[in-house]
C-alpha cells in the first residue's frame, strides 16, 4: 500500500499569521498501491507542454508543501489529454518537472535536471538518482531549446520508478543505455527492500 503523511501548522483562527502555540497536526492515509498509474509509463511516455505555468518564489523552491494550486490547475489541463504527460516551464521559461513527477535530459552519460531553488518539488528518487550518480549529474538551469538536443529523456518518481519519454509533442525520443542503466539500478534497490 502507499502511505501519505501530511503535517500542518495546526489549527488556528482566521488570517495568515499562524498562533504562537500552534500544534503541529499530523494527517496519516493509507491508500492500495496505484498498480494501474505503474503500468502507465511502463512502455514509455508521451508528454506535452503545459499552458499552466510554475511561480518563481525562491522561498518554497524544491518544498513539498499543500499549496500546489498549479499542479491542479496543470492536471486539469491535461484532463484533455489522457494518457499524456503534462511538463512545466516556470515563468522564467526554465523546464522545472512534470505535473506528478521530475525529470532528467541525457546527454551522452551525463544527467541533467532542473534546478529546484526558485519552484517545482525535490522529488524523493530525483535525490537519489542525483546522490547515487553524482559525478555524472548536473543541476541546472534547462531552456526548452535543449529538450530536443537530448539522448534520451526520462520522468522519475516513487510511485513509477524511472519512465522513458519517447515524445514531447513532435520531438522524439528512445530509451537508451542510460535509462536502462537507471531503471536496473532502481530495480536493484528496490530488491534489497
Same mark, same amino acid.
Given at each position: +500500500? ?6 500542518? %501548522? &495546526?489549527?488556528? &483562527?482566521?488570517?495568515?499569521? $499562524? ?12 491508500? $492500495?498501491?496505484?498498480?494501474?498509474? @505503474? ?27 499543500? #499549496? ?6 496543470? *492536471? ?16 522564467? =521559461? ?6 506528478? +513527477? #521530475? ?10 535536471? $532542473? %534546478?529546484?531553488?526558485? +519552484?517545482?518539488? %525535490? ?11 553524482? *559525478?555524472?549529474?548536473?543541476? %541546472?538551469?534547462?531552456?526548452? =531549446?535543449?529538450? $530536443?538536443?537530448? =539522448?534520451? @529523456? ?8 524511472? @519512465?522513458?519519454?519517447? +515524445? ?26
Amino acid at each position: +500500500s502507499l502511505v501519505k503523511i501530511v503535517l500542518t %501548522r &495546526g489549527t488556528g &483562527g482566521s488570517g495568515y499569521l $499562524p498562533e504562537t502555540d500552534a500544534v503541529m497536526t499530523r494527517v496519516v492515509t493509507a491508500y $492500495p498501491w496505484p498498480e494501474e498509474q @505503474v503500468r502507465r509509463g511502463r512502455n514509455g511516455a508521451t508528454a506535452r507542454l503545459c499552458d499552466t505555468r510554475l511561480a518563481v518564489q525562491p522561498a518554497l523552491g524544491g518544498i513539498n508543501h499543500l #499549496n500546489r494550486l498549479e499542479l491542479v490547475l496543470a *492536471a486539469r489541463e491535461m484532463a484533455a489529454y489522457p494518457g499524456d504527460e503534462g511538463l512545466l516551464l516556470d515563468t522564467n =521559461d526554465h523546464l522545472i518537472s512534470a505535473v506528478d +513527477s #521530475n525529470i532528467f535530459l541525457i546527454m551522452g552519460d551525463q544527467l541533467l535536471t $532542473p %534546478r529546484m531553488d526558485h +519552484s517545482g518539488v %525535490r522529488g524523493i528518487l530525483r535525490g537519489r538518482i542525483a546522490r547515487a550518480f553524482k *559525478a555524472r549529474t548536473e543541476l %541546472r538551469r534547462i531552456t526548452l =531549446d535543449m529538450l $530536443p538536443e537530448a =539522448d534520451e @529523456v526520462i520522468l522519475c518518481d516513487v510511485i513509477r520508478g524511472i @519512465v522513458p519519454v519517447i +515524445s514531447v509533442g513532435d520531438w522524439r525520443f528512445s530509451p537508451g543505455p542510460v535509462t536502462a542503466e537507471l531503471q536496473a539500478w532502481l530495480e536493484e534497490r528496490r530488491g534489497r527492500q
